[in-house]
């Protein structure tokens, strides 16, 4: 073949390729349409001639112009007739073909050559140009549609004149015929300046791959469901009388619900299962012979009784395997049994009752959706639940699925061995985003049908990164579905027409108050000059203050590791030096808010029950104050102030922390620090730097004798300090920086009295009076608060009752000998 | 390449493919009838009690007035669930025929489609103008 004209010839699909060109789908599906609607107006107006004698006289008085057209009218029914049965036939005729595009299928032979997708492009080529003929071809159009590019960018892109692409060397990838995505994958392979483009509109390789699979699938998926006549499609009907072979149960149906006839397993419609593993996993169990029973473990969440809808979905389309055929899935509710059961006595009855009906009606599959509950309202009872079930679950006669929470897996059911030998454990690996994203795009389908919303692919990929990056805590598919349905209402009050990653991002970051959104000038402002804005809280500690912005800097480009917190300091320094005003500074900048501190005393962490204070106790089933915090405020800074005063063990706690990013609590459940960035502060080696700047008060502390120091002593170890994105050393306040931290505070005290009508002139006078006498070489600046409270406030305090000082007033402060504190206040004018 | 060919095309697909289709599709709407009326489960299970409702046997046969009482009763779910099944299993027998004698009509109106829509354009237009 030397031209792909010659290809699109020797193909099988060219007859309908032509077709396809002259009459197109919208003219095809506008024939249907209108001959129907012809066929209903003109029969109607037949259907009324024709019963004239059963009709009042008013109105047939008007029949004389419909029986003069009679003919005519009938004429066109007829034409329209023949019009709407070609159309028809038209439909079938390519939707036969395109039914061999189905994946599952996989009807194409290798004379085919292409798919009916890639023949359409290939047909419409107007010259050898195979990157022109993609980006003008309806289908190509709808694939850059999805990655965010319009028509417009396409011809200003076409404009350029990229070097053409030459279809001669396109080949399948896999199986016997050229496949879409082998035509895409080709073209960003073969043209460097598409690829550009493409980057160029933040659209990466897996991105257009990813979007060319999502248009296939709703190719197949429309031409699935229009074909209505296949076995899978009328098998959806319930059938009638398959209860009359099987027996009743009547104990069971008070407190479960008939998966077969839910409406929940029928809104599944045909959306695959994320989880085919653990769907092939639970198929291999419940064939066996005997002792067939699953028990599916995963984090709390949907995703473990959706297999079992799915499941339920199969048996129902009869696509189970044999050993499920004729089943009826029944989900026991346990809370409700719990509910409805009040003494040892009924609820023992009761379980037998449910089990023995379940194992005589002869088809039941029994789901149990919390054996942890049922097991641990047993043990309220001081029941033995599990030899009264035992039998049941030994037979062959009934098989049973039973959902567990992973910790309560661990809390109740592993201890068990009896009950563990009856079921087979099947545990939920955690979904990656890809399989997240796949899920989310067919339900991207139904929330665009009900919003009229547009979403990008490379948005939908967001949402399901989004999901797992600042959701950890919650099931992944699950928080991504929620995500999506709360993106809806959200981007239409917005007036968003498309959702793209920046949208989905802004809602994140509305959602979180983590700055993820795109930077706007305001802030690249503010990032840039990050140093000079925490300078102005943060008096005299410039590396400390360096150190900090770099970290929300990186975080805010996106290049900090996603399975680290988001940063992680240690603070050196003795009292009073500014750690902790650090720590505020650093809140208020990167969450917005210095709210978003949240404080642990690590001194009050160093009894023998330490660790279970933080994290929690198993045995005593306290919760952790670390993992509440954490799971109340999954996103802010976190101090940990005098790290050094907590026991070894508790720092151990803290290596996995600043390493993976989450920690594990008392029942084994992970709790996910990766929204937080984690401060903190301690005084060891403050004698250290005491003497070093002592020594050489104008020189750099040198980072590796004071680490040295620490380790020797054995405050901290190795593996614990490296684990720190930083450790930042705090210099002690010389009296240049003591006097601007006491201007400062004397400015806040002056914004304050201010409010209240008064003006406090702030002398040099002042100023070196409150940082001489209010600083301590000790608790450095600490005091000072305490002196300005002490000296100056009570001062001001004392006129204003005396009535000295009075709205309006102006005053500063004077030494003087007199005044204990050696200031005096002195009113300018009143 | 001319209309005729596609024609030709098409044509092939209506008699060859399309027909074929046409069986599968029959043979879809059988198995779907089938399951529909639960056949193979009812024939299976045509003498058996009644959404099996059955009781055991008293363990002492001697009490000839209890046995007889269970063999009543389990005798009467039988004949309930008898007919109640023969029921639904001739309505389902039923169907199947008339699926199958609307077989050939189907594939005689399939074959005679083309000639069929000729037909009603030429009859229409021809009214139209009368």
Request: hydrophobic share 50%; aromatic share 10%; net charge negative.
């Amino acid at each position: 073949m030397n031209t792909i004209t010659d290809l699109i010839h020797a193909s099988r699909l060219y007859p309908v390729l032509v077709l396809d060109s002259l009459i197109s789908p919208a003219r095809r599906q506008n024939m249907v349409h209108l001959s129907r609607v012809a066929i209903v107006f003109l029969g109607l107006i037949l259907a009324f001639y024709l019963a004239r004698d059963y009709l009042p006289a008013f109105l047939t008085d008007y029949l004389d112009l419909v029986l003069w057209l009679k003919n005519k009218i009938l004429g066109l029914l007829l034409i329209n007739l023949s019009i709407f049965v070609v159309a028809i036939l038209l439909e079938v005729y390519f939707s036969s073909f395109y039914y061999l595009e189905l994946i599952a299928k996989n009807l194409y032979r290798a004379e085919d050559i292409f798919t009916m997708s890639v023949g359409r492009i290939l047909y419409g080529l107007k010259t050898d140009d195979l990157l022109v003929g993609f980006l003008q071809s309806d289908i190509g159009g709808q694939i850059m549609r999805r990655l965010g590019i319009g028509r417009p960018t396409i011809d200003l892109f076409l404009a350029t004149n990229p070097s053409p692409v030459s279809a001669m060397l396109l080949a399948p990838a896999d199986g016997p015929v050229i496949k879409l995505k082998d035509l895409t994958k080709y073209l960003f392979d073969q043209s460097p300046a598409f690829r550009e483009f493409l980057l160029s509109h933040s659209a990466k390789e897996a991105d257009f791959l990813g979007a060319t699979k999502w248009i296939v699938l709703g190719i197949e998926l429309s031409v699935w469901t229009s074909r209505w006549w296949e076995l899978d499609n009328l098998t959806r009907v319930p059938s009638l009388a398959r209860d009359w072979s099987y027996g009743g149960t009547y104990y069971l149906d008070l407190y479960s619900r008939d998966l077969l006839k839910d409406r929940e397993v029928d809104s599944l419609e045909d959306t695959p299962t994320n989880r085919q593993s653990e769907m092939d996993q639970l198929e291999i169990i419940l064939s066996r012979s005997r002792e067939a029973n699953a028990l599916l473990v995963g984090e709390a969440g949907p995703d473990k009784v959706n297999i079992v809808y799915h499941l339920a979905r199969q048996i129902k389309a009869g696509q189970a395997v044999t050993a499920m055929a004729g089943q009826r899935p029944v989900l026991l509710e346990v809370a409700l049994l719990v509910a409805a059961c009040k003494e040892k006595n009924t609820f023992e009855q009761t379980i037998l009752a449910i089990f023995s009906e379940a194992t005589k009606a002869g088809n039941i599959l029994l789901i149990i959706d919390d054996l942890a509950n049922l097991i641990a309202s047993a043990d309220r009872y001081e029941s033995n639940l599990i030899s009264l079930i035992d039998p049941f679950l030994a037979s062959n006669t009934l098989q049973v699925i039973a959902l567990c929470e992973t910790d309560n897996f661990h809390r109740f059911i592993e201890s068990r061995g009896s009950l563990m030998s009856r079921f087979e454990k099947i545990t939920l690996a955690q979904l990656s985003s890809e399989a997240i994203t796949e899920m989310l795009l067919q339900a991207v389908w139904r929330v665009e049908n009900n919003s009229q919303l547009f979403f990008t692919y490379q948005a939908v990929n967001e949402i399901a990164v989004g999901a797992s990056y600042y959701f950890p805590d919650s099931v992944g598919s699950d928080k991504a579905i929620d995500l999506l349905t709360e993106i809806a209402p959200w981007a239409t009050s917005a007036s968003l027409q498309i959702v793209d990653v920046s949208a989905v991002r802004s809602f994140i970051q509305n959602k979180t108050n983590i700055p993820i959104g795109e930077v706007t000038a305001k802030e690249k402002d503010k990032l840039l000059n990050l140093e000079s804005i925490l300078s102005s809280r943060v008096i005299g500690q410039r590396e400390a203050v360096s150190a900090v912005a770099s970290a929300v800097r990186r975080s805010r480009a996106g290049v900090r590791n996603p399975s680290k917190p988001i940063g992680s300091f240690l603070f050196l320094g003795p009292t009073g030096v500014g750690k902790t005003e650090t720590a505020k500074a650093l809140a208020a900048t990167f969450f917005n808010n210095e709210n978003e501190l949240y404080r642990l005393d690590m001194s009050e962490y160093h009894g023998t029950d330490a660790v279970d204070k933080l994290i929690g106790s198993f045995s005593t089933g306290n919760t952790g104050v670390l993992s509440t915090m954490v799971r109340d405020h999954p996103y802010g800074v976190i101090l940990l102030d005098e790290f050094e005063k907590t026991t070894p063990a508790v720092l151990n706690i803290f290596l996995p922390i600043f390493d993976e990013g989450f920690f594990s609590d008392m029942n084994g459940k992970r709790v996910s620090v990766k929204n937080i960035i984690f401060i903190a502060t301690s005084n060891a080696g403050a004698d250290l730097i005491w003497e070093l700047v002592e020594k050489n008060p104008d020189q750099a502390i040198s980072r590796s004798v004071l680490i040295d120091a620490i380790v020797e002593r054995g405050i901290y170890k190795p593996e614990l300090l490296n684990r720190f994105d930083a450790t930042v050393i705090f210099r002690p306040l010389g009296e240049a920086e003591l006097a601007k931290i006491a201007e400062l505070q004397l400015k806040k005290l002056a914004k304050r009295l201010m409010e209240k009508g008064l003006t406090l002139e702030i002398t040099s006078e002042l100023v070196s009076s409150v940082a001489k006498n209010g600083a301590d070489q000790i608790f450095g600046a600490r005091p000072m608060l305490r002196y300005i409270q002490d000296q100056i406030e009570q001062q001001v305090a004392d006129k204003m009752i005396a009535g000295e000082i009075v709205a309006g007033s102006k005053f500063s402060f004077i030494a003087s000998t007199l005044s204990p504190t050696g200031l005096e206040i002195k009113v300018k004018n009143l | 390449m001319g209309i005729i060919t596609i024609l030709v095309d098409y044509l092939l697909w209506h008699y060859s493919k399309a027909v074929m289709s046409l069986l599968v599709i029959y043979r879809n709407f059988c198995l779907f009838l089938s399951n529909f009326f639960s056949l193979s489960l009812l024939f299976r299970t045509w003498l058996s009690p009644w959404r099996r409702l059955d009781e055991g046997y008293p363990k002492n046969f001697t009490d000839i007035e209890s046995v007889l009482s269970v063999f009543v009763l389990n005798l009467l779910m039988r004949v309930v669930g008898f007919i109640m099944r023969t029921a639904v299993i001739t309505i389902g027998l039923l169907s199947l025929l008339i699926l199958t004698l609307f077989l050939p009509l189907a594939l005689v109106i399939w074959l005679l489609l083309p000639l069929i829509i000729i037909f009603l354009f030429c009859l229409g237009i021809g009214l139209l103008f009368v």
